[in-house]
């Protein structure tokens, strides 16, 4: 599965990065769960002109959807 890159940030933030990919492979949250806020990240997209804010919320929900597919895979 392809994930497309996160938006670029300043070194001092990269720390956020790594702690959301944490808190993503650390969730107890269902896959179902997980792709709900997935598509809820893509509506959110969808529905912001600002570039920043849509790549974001992309990049974000299709990590969560790989959360989801990787919880699948260990059931």
Known sequence: ???SPWPSLHDE???LLAAM???LRDTTQ???QLRAR???LRMHA???DIK???DASLALAARYEDAA???LATR
Do not use: L
């Open 30 to 32: 269902s896959p179902e």
């Open 46 to 48: 969808e529905q912001t």
């Open 21 to 23: 990919e944490d808190r």
């Open 69 to 71: 597919a990787d919880r």
């Open 13 to 15: 933030d990269r720390w």
């Open 1 to 3: 599965m392809s994930t």
């Open 38 to 40: 997935a598509r809820e």
């Open 52 to 54: 920043g804010v849509r």
